[in-house]
């Protein structure tokens, strides 16, 4: 005879999930630890909780448990409540990205799974901001910390996490083989919709100097899951910006258009109207590596291009995109 868990008492969510494990599918897990997670008392459970139901999407019940966390008379479950809030902050963008990172920097907690995802939040927040080099020094630290952490259900959500850092690090080093290697762990791995939507529109700006096909299949993979689950503002991202700039940089600009000044320049560039696309980037404000590649290849002035491809490097650790004004310059 099956035993139901509403006949068994659990002390926490190990103990839970060890049973779920002996007497229970391994499909219907999350739901059932999405359920635990929201009535649990134990305390610790409520803080695993929060990272458990990030990740696997459950987002209304995440700010359930993240308001009790917040209300908790543990301080260790409020300090839990505390980066999760800053979670939402960055997503919601309601600070700027410095804003967060000084907030994460200062953080203090004794809490060795928190420490992981304090570092997490750190990474991801240097990547909003281009500073790529950064990186290999924080993950070194990173990986350190999470050797410490033994928890059966934050050690396979860390390793997602991990999977998604390592192919951005790759990434940006140039480094492709490890780069996707990582890249479609995270893909096979990540449960979370908008992770998962990212991950395809970055794994189709990795494509970019290989393969048009494969880097049209990521973006419709993103437009596919984001209409799906309604993420408005993700398909905008994609046809106002990522679609612009591949089709361009693949000389496939086809009837697409765009209120982005510069990818309207970058189309221009791949029709061969070059008066249009300087006329366009005279109007342009933006001073970033990608609009001074733009330049470059609009006025055909190795100067800027040289600018760009040394801004890539030095300012960003940026060596995949610097490869642009790079491969521009050859054809000069």
């Not at 359920?35 to 134990?42: E, L």
């Not at 009837?255 to 008066?275: N, V, Y």
Request: aromatic share 12%; proline share 3%.
């Amino acid at each position: 005879m099956s035993i139901k868990p509403s006949q068994v008492k659990f002390k926490d969510a190990h103990q839970y999930l060890s049973w779920l494990q002996l007497n229970s599918d391994i499909n219907t897990h999350p739901d059932k630890l999405k359920a635990f997670f929201v009535s649990t008392n134990d305390l610790y459970s409520q803080c695993i909780g929060l990272e458990f139901l990030l990740m696997n999407g459950f987002l209304p019940e995440f700010e359930q448990l993240l308001e009790r966390n917040r209300n908790s008379r543990s301080k260790v479950n409020r300090e839990w409540a505390f980066i999760y809030d800053l979670f939402l902050m960055k997503q919601k963008r309601v600070r700027s990205k410095s804003q967060l990172l000084e907030l994460v920097q200062h953080f203090n907690t004794e809490d060795a799974a928190l420490q992981c995802i304090q570092l997490f939040l750190e990474i991801a927040l240097y990547f909003d901001i281009f500073e790529y080099g950064i990186l290999a020094n924080r993950l070194e630290e990173l990986i350190r910390k999470l050797y410490a952490v033994t928890d059966p259900i934050l050690k396979p959500l860390f390793k997602q996490r991990m999977n998604m850092v390592l192919f951005h690090h790759y990434w940006k080093r140039n480094e492709m083989v490890l780069a996707r290697k990582y890249g479609f762990d995270a893909l096979v791995n990540t449960t979370n919709i908008r992770y998962l939507a990212n991950l395809h529109i970055n794994l189709s700006l990795s494509y970019i100097f290989e393969d048009f096909e494969l880097a049209n299949y990521h973006l419709d993979e993103t437009i596919r899951i984001a209409k799906e689950n309604n993420l408005p503002r993700l398909i905008t991202s994609v046809e106002n910006n990522t679609r612009p700039f591949i089709y361009a940089h693949f000389n496939i600009p086809n009837q697409l258009d765009t209120p982005i000044k510069s990818e309207q320049a970058h189309l221009a560039l791949a029709r061969g109207d070059f008066s249009t696309a300087q006329r366009i980037l005279s109007e342009v404000t933006e001073d970033t590596p990608f609009t001074k590649y733009y330049i470059g290849r609009a006025f055909q002035n190795r100067r800027i291009l040289l600018q760009s491809y040394n801004e890539f490097l030095e300012q960003r650790s940026d060596h995949f995109f610097a490869r642009l004004p790079l491969t521009a310059l050859r054809t000069l």
